[in-house]
């Protein structure tokens, strides 16, 4: 008798489902990704034990936190950059305070191992079923055995096939540390653990009293960090009013600059632009301190918090080392501005380029590729050449505003933003050698960065965003909002940029 059509397929699915499932549980489980996460070389594997767990080695304690499901993440900590325990575990606490990106990061990842370990468990699921048509029907009558039989050894290949992946026989390395996991609360009784931190838990066994204090000192610079930054962060409908109300032909960007791995600003920056209807923001470089992978929490945050905007243009900065930075916003949809001329809204024409120079936590500036001469030459001629052709550009966005000085002093662009000097010069006015008006205007440090690092739990000096107004594809005004030390948003007044032809030289436009 005939096997009806319909039944096979339900036999081999079934037969797929037997083999590709417990091996897709297998693979899983059994398969990890290198990342970065919050500044460290980290390796995560999933699990199914309902918690995100962070193996931190055999010194510190490590510690978990229900994920809220049966599917959990195991994340094995490595190498960073931090040079002291205080300043790392200053570092976890200030991300601890903005989690979301790297949370995001880390599930994107288990769901990349997830899709991964389900083609190959698929393509494993096939192997029995075209073992049996590669034998053939013939063949297939004379091995046939018993229901029983066949069943056993259908088992009985899965079981060796599980046996084989999972690797029984292989013990995990010993942990100095004992399994017991126990309540902050009860780890540190004298700590007064937020709400939204309640469900953590440490393991317990080796608590020491420089244990506690690491951990309370964690807790206060986290609470410190999140209640600063919220603070400010609440302001901005208190003071939305002083900011400029664009008319409808009007279009509103928000400037960014020297970020230098302050997250906390980032709700604030937000937070300002929404208030004041900005649709563009630009980042005027120096998001990092030295344009490291390990630095990817801050663009991440970055990212985060403008994924609204329809317009984000960037450029790297001389702290933005190398190309990490920009191809790592590139991929979180960023423009970069490769010294081409773009249109990418309301007809304003912008120009921008990366920084030739190139720095680490120090003080020097080493030269990369085209000299700092040479990139403001080139910058000038091709900025003058498109004004030539009818194509002025305005608005150049660069790293440090004196790069493009030779194009405001040939009169060949409207307006010139940029950062670097983490203190706001200008908008300064200036008449070029054709008669035709451009503006330089130097941005404060957006991160209240002091030196090359502003993270931390509080601004070390002023931050500060400037809100840029254009109309008809020219630039209008600009409006400096800073950030005190104290957590005070001061809201400067609006400047109206006037492009009409004047005197030759330079004017400095008060504030």
Not at 240 to 264: K, W, Y
Request: with cysteine.
């Amino acid at each position: 008798m005939t096997t009806p059509p319909w039944r096979r397929v339900l036999v081999s699915l079934a037969a797929w489902a037997v083999v590709a499932v417990p091996m897709w549980v297998v693979l899983f489980t059994h398969t990890s990704a290198p990342m970065v996460v919050a500044g460290h070389d980290v390796r995560v594997t999933p699990t199914f034990h309902g918690y995100a767990q962070l193996r931190t080695g055999p010194i510190l304690p490590d510690v978990r936190i229900p994920t809220g499901g049966h599917l959990g993440v195991a994340v094995d900590v490595g190498k960073t950059t931090a040079t002291s325990t205080s300043q790392l575990i200053a570092r976890y606490a200030v991300i601890a305070s903005k989690p979301g990106p790297e949370v995001r990061r880390v599930r994107a990842e288990v769901g990349h191992l997830a899709i991964d370990a389900a083609v190959r468990a698929a393509v494993l699921g096939l192997l029995p079923i075209g073992l049996w048509l590669l034998i053939g029907e013939s063949r297939r009558r004379q091995l046939r055995g018993t229901p029983r039989r066949r069943t056993a050894g259908t088992v009985a290949v899965v079981v060796v096939l599980a046996v084989v992946l999972a690797e029984p026989w292989h013990r995990g390395p010993e942990r100095i540390q004992p399994t017991e996991w126990i309540s902050l609360s009860d780890a540190v009784p004298e700590l007064a653990i937020p709400p939204e931190l309640d469900t953590i838990e440490i393991q317990g066994g080796l608590i020491t009293r420089e244990t506690r204090r690491l951990v309370a000192s964690a807790f206060k610079t986290y609470a410190v960090s999140k209640n600063f930054y919220e603070a400010v962060r609440q302001q901005v409908p208190t003071v939305a009013s002083r900011f400029h109300v664009a008319a409808p032909e009007q279009t509103v960007g928000l400037l960014v600059s020297d970020r230098h791995d302050n997250i906390g600003m980032d709700p604030v920056a937000e937070a300002i632009a929404h208030a004041a209807g900005a649709q563009v923001v630009i980042d005027a470089g120096d998001d990092t301190s030295t344009g490291s992978s390990w630095e990817a929490f801050s663009l991440d945050s970055l990212s985060d918090a403008f994924a609204h905007f329809p317009v984000r243009l960037a450029i790297s900065g001389n702290h933005d080392n190398g190309t990490f930075v920009s191809s790592y916003l590139i991929k979180m949809g960023w423009t970069h501005l490769e010294g081409k001329p773009l249109m990418p809204f309301s007809g304003v024409r912008i120009l921008g380029v990366d920084d030739p120079r190139s720095s680490g936590l120090g003080a020097w500036l080493d030269e990369t590729g085209l000299s700092w001469d040479q990139v403001k030459q080139r910058l000038a001629d091709e900025v003058c050449r498109l004004d030539s052709a009818g194509e002025r550009v305005a608005t150049v966005v660069v790293h440090s505003a004196s790069m493009a000085l030779p194009a405001l002093e040939r009169g060949c662009t409207d307006l010139v933003v940029g950062g670097h000097l983490h203190r706001q010069v200008g908008p300064e006015r200036i008449v070029g050698e054709n008669g035709k008006v451009g503006y330089s205007y130097t941005n404060g440090t957006t991160g209240g960065a002091a030196y090359a690092f502003a993270m931390g739990s509080k601004l070390r000096r002023n931050a500060e965003v400037t809100l840029i107004t254009w109309q008809d594809g020219r630039p209008v005004g600009l409006q400096p909002v800073v950030v005190n030390t104290a957590g005070r948003i001061e809201v400067h007044r609006y400047i109206q940029l006037d492009l009409s032809p004047a005197r030759r030289g330079h004017e400095v436009t008060a504030r």
